[in-house]
Protein backbone atom coordinates (compact mmCIF):
# COMPACT_ATOMS: atom_id res chain seq x y z
CA UNK A 1 0.00 0.00 0.00
CA UNK A 2 1.96 2.85 -1.21
CA UNK A 3 1.13 6.75 -0.74
CA UNK A 4 -2.02 7.63 -1.88
CA UNK A 5 -1.40 11.00 -3.46
CA UNK A 6 -1.54 12.01 -6.72
CA UNK A 7 2.25 11.98 -8.17
CA UNK A 8 1.64 15.38 -9.16
CA UNK A 9 0.92 16.45 -5.68
CA UNK A 10 4.30 14.88 -4.42
CA UNK A 11 5.84 16.66 -7.19
CA UNK A 12 4.70 19.84 -6.23
CA UNK A 13 5.60 19.09 -2.36
CA UNK A 14 9.18 17.95 -3.28
CA UNK A 15 9.33 21.12 -5.32
CA UNK A 16 8.11 23.21 -2.52
CA UNK A 17 11.14 21.79 0.18
CA UNK A 18 13.81 21.91 -2.76
CA UNK A 19 14.40 18.01 -3.08
CA UNK A 20 13.09 14.51 -2.21
CA UNK A 21 14.82 13.16 1.06
CA UNK A 22 14.02 10.29 3.85
CA UNK A 23 12.78 13.21 5.86
CA UNK A 24 10.37 14.42 3.38
CA UNK A 25 9.03 11.42 2.68
CA UNK A 26 8.25 10.90 6.41
CA UNK A 27 6.19 14.61 6.54
CA UNK A 28 4.32 13.16 3.07
CA UNK A 29 3.00 10.11 4.82
CA UNK A 30 2.70 11.76 8.19
CA UNK A 31 0.20 14.36 6.09
CA UNK A 32 -1.85 11.00 4.65
CA UNK A 33 -2.55 10.26 7.85
CA UNK A 34 -3.39 14.00 9.20
CA UNK A 35 -5.66 14.72 5.85
CA UNK A 36 -7.62 11.20 6.09
CA UNK A 37 -8.50 12.00 9.84
CA UNK A 38 -9.18 15.59 9.82
CA UNK A 39 -8.89 17.16 6.38
CA UNK A 40 -7.03 20.22 4.90
CA UNK A 41 -7.04 23.39 6.59
CA UNK A 42 -9.37 25.95 4.13
CA UNK A 43 -11.98 23.25 3.85
CA UNK A 44 -12.08 23.09 7.99
CA UNK A 45 -10.33 24.91 10.50
CA UNK A 46 -6.81 22.87 11.12
CA UNK A 47 -4.09 23.17 13.57
CA UNK A 48 -1.39 21.07 13.41
CA UNK A 49 1.81 21.01 15.85
CA UNK A 50 5.19 19.07 14.74
CA UNK A 51 7.65 17.83 17.38
CA UNK A 52 10.37 19.06 14.56
CA UNK A 53 12.00 21.82 12.74
CA UNK A 54 13.63 19.11 9.74
CA UNK A 55 12.48 18.52 6.14
CA UNK A 56 9.11 16.58 6.80
CA UNK A 57 7.56 19.82 8.18
CA UNK A 58 7.79 21.24 4.81
CA UNK A 59 5.59 18.45 3.53
CA UNK A 60 2.91 18.69 6.24
CA UNK A 61 2.50 22.68 6.03
CA UNK A 62 2.19 22.17 2.20
CA UNK A 63 0.10 19.30 2.01
CA UNK A 64 -2.06 20.47 5.38
CA UNK A 65 -2.07 24.27 4.36
CA UNK A 66 -1.09 25.08 7.52
CA UNK A 67 1.48 27.64 8.26
CA UNK A 68 3.19 29.77 11.44
CA UNK A 69 2.41 33.13 9.47
CA UNK A 70 -1.46 31.77 10.36
CA UNK A 71 -1.03 30.75 13.48
CA UNK A 72 -1.99 27.82 13.03
CA UNK A 73 1.80 25.35 12.20
CA UNK A 74 3.25 25.05 15.75
CA UNK A 75 6.48 23.97 16.70
CA UNK A 76 7.57 22.12 19.50
CA UNK A 77 11.18 21.76 19.71
CA UNK A 78 10.98 18.23 21.00
CA UNK A 79 13.72 16.74 18.01
CA UNK A 80 10.66 14.04 16.98
CA UNK A 81 9.37 13.53 13.95
CA UNK A 82 5.75 13.37 15.82
CA UNK A 83 2.88 15.51 14.24
CA UNK A 84 -0.26 16.47 15.71
CA UNK A 85 -3.52 16.97 14.23
CA UNK A 86 -6.40 18.82 15.37
CA UNK A 87 -9.56 20.17 13.98
CA UNK A 88 -11.68 23.15 15.45
CA UNK A 89 -14.90 21.89 14.25
CA UNK A 90 -15.97 19.07 15.97
CA UNK A 91 -12.38 18.74 18.31
CA UNK A 92 -11.26 15.42 16.70
CA UNK A 93 -7.39 15.14 16.76
CA UNK A 94 -4.55 12.64 16.98
CA UNK A 95 -0.84 12.61 16.93
CA UNK A 96 1.36 10.46 14.52
CA UNK A 97 4.55 9.32 15.55
CA UNK A 98 7.20 7.51 13.31
CA UNK A 99 8.63 4.43 14.91
CA UNK A 100 12.35 4.10 15.23
CA UNK A 101 12.48 1.55 12.70
CA UNK A 102 10.76 4.11 10.40
CA UNK A 103 13.75 4.52 8.57
CA UNK A 104 14.99 0.98 7.77
CA UNK A 105 17.90 -1.40 8.42
CA UNK A 106 19.65 1.32 5.90
CA UNK A 107 19.78 3.73 7.84
CA UNK A 108 22.98 2.61 9.87
CA UNK A 109 25.29 2.89 6.89
CA UNK A 110 24.17 6.31 6.15
CA UNK A 111 24.46 7.80 9.93
CA UNK A 112 28.11 5.91 9.30
CA UNK A 113 28.49 7.51 5.58
CA UNK A 114 27.68 10.87 6.77
CA UNK A 115 30.30 10.86 10.09
CA UNK A 116 32.80 10.20 7.12
CA UNK A 117 31.58 12.82 5.23
CA UNK A 118 32.04 15.28 8.29
CA UNK A 119 34.95 14.50 9.24
CA UNK A 120 37.33 13.45 5.93
CA UNK A 121 35.07 13.68 3.36
CA UNK A 122 33.95 10.64 0.66
CA UNK A 123 35.47 8.71 -2.24
CA UNK A 124 33.32 8.92 -5.40
CA UNK A 125 32.20 5.68 -4.72
CA UNK A 126 30.62 6.21 -1.11
CA UNK A 127 29.75 9.33 -2.52
CA UNK A 128 27.41 7.09 -4.90
CA UNK A 129 26.72 4.53 -1.85
CA UNK A 130 25.49 7.69 0.09
CA UNK A 131 23.26 8.64 -2.79
CA UNK A 132 21.60 4.86 -3.35
CA UNK A 133 20.94 4.43 0.54
CA UNK A 134 19.23 7.87 0.71
CA UNK A 135 17.08 6.77 -2.51
CA UNK A 136 16.47 3.43 -1.23
CA UNK A 137 15.43 4.87 2.57
CA UNK A 138 12.91 7.60 0.98
CA UNK A 139 11.14 4.68 -1.84
CA UNK A 140 10.85 3.30 1.45
CA UNK A 141 8.74 5.16 3.24
CA UNK A 142 6.88 6.14 -0.02
CA UNK A 143 5.73 2.69 -0.67
CA UNK A 144 5.57 1.17 3.05
CA UNK A 145 1.97 0.65 4.87
CA UNK A 146 1.38 3.77 6.83
CA UNK A 147 1.30 1.58 9.87
CA UNK A 148 4.06 -0.29 9.57
CA UNK A 149 5.63 3.63 9.35
CA UNK A 150 3.90 5.68 12.64
CA UNK A 151 1.95 4.73 15.22
CA UNK A 152 -1.35 6.89 16.19
CA UNK A 153 -1.63 7.71 19.17
CA UNK A 154 -4.11 10.51 21.55
CA UNK A 155 -2.89 14.09 21.55
CA UNK A 156 -0.94 15.09 24.67
CA UNK A 157 -2.87 18.29 25.10
CA UNK A 158 -5.57 20.42 24.02
CA UNK A 159 -5.41 22.84 20.77
CA UNK A 160 -3.56 25.23 20.68
CA UNK A 161 -5.66 29.03 21.73
CA UNK A 162 -5.93 30.67 18.19
CA UNK A 163 -3.47 33.54 17.49
CA UNK A 164 -4.24 36.70 18.88
CA UNK A 165 -4.05 40.21 17.38
CA UNK A 166 -1.67 42.14 20.03
CA UNK A 167 -1.14 45.62 20.22
CA UNK A 168 2.65 46.79 19.25
CA UNK A 169 4.85 48.41 22.08
CA UNK A 170 8.03 50.15 21.49
CA UNK A 171 11.13 48.65 23.15
CA UNK A 172 13.43 50.63 25.33
CA UNK A 173 16.58 49.21 24.63
CA UNK A 174 16.21 49.77 20.53
CA UNK A 175 13.34 51.55 19.71
CA UNK A 176 11.73 48.99 17.52
CA UNK A 177 8.29 47.89 17.91
CA UNK A 178 7.74 44.46 19.64
CA UNK A 179 4.44 42.07 20.16
CA UNK A 180 3.00 43.46 22.80
CA UNK A 181 2.89 39.77 24.31
CA UNK A 182 7.00 39.11 23.51
CA UNK A 183 7.45 42.26 25.98
CA UNK A 184 9.20 41.38 29.25
CA UNK A 185 9.24 44.28 32.11
CA UNK A 186 13.25 45.09 33.48
CA UNK A 187 13.67 47.38 36.20
CA UNK A 188 11.00 50.14 34.61
CA UNK A 189 12.40 49.58 31.28
CA UNK A 190 10.09 47.42 29.10
CA UNK A 191 12.65 45.23 26.79
CA UNK A 192 12.21 43.21 23.74
CA UNK A 193 14.06 39.79 24.07
CA UNK A 194 17.28 40.24 22.90
CA UNK A 195 17.74 43.89 24.72
CA UNK A 196 16.97 41.93 27.69
CA UNK A 197 19.20 39.02 26.81
CA UNK A 198 22.19 41.51 25.90
CA UNK A 199 21.85 43.24 29.59
CA UNK A 200 21.60 40.13 31.74
CA UNK A 201 24.62 38.05 29.57
CA UNK A 202 26.45 41.00 28.63
CA UNK A 203 29.90 38.79 28.16
CA UNK A 204 27.59 36.96 25.59
CA UNK A 205 26.95 40.07 23.22
CA UNK A 206 28.69 40.05 20.21
CA UNK A 207 31.24 42.96 19.89
CA UNK A 208 31.05 45.92 18.19
CA UNK A 209 33.64 47.51 16.30
ZN1 LIG B 1 15.08 17.43 2.86
ZN1 LIG C 1 14.96 45.96 21.94
Known sequence: ??????????????????????????????AEIGLRE??????????????????????????TGCTFG???????????????????????????VARPSILGGGVKTLAELHRKMNSGGLSQEEKKRWHAIRE???????????EALFEVKPVQADPPAKARILASLTCDGCGEAVMESRMREH???????????????????????
Do not use: W
Open 70 to 96: KGNLIHLDYGKNAFSFYRRSDGKSLRV
Open 187 to 209: QDRRLCAPCLNALLTPHQKPSQK
Open 38 to 63: VGRDGDEEIVVVVETDMCGVDAVQYL
Open 1 to 30: MECSFEKELIDATVRFHGHMCPGLAIGIRA
Open 136 to 146: EITAGVMHARL
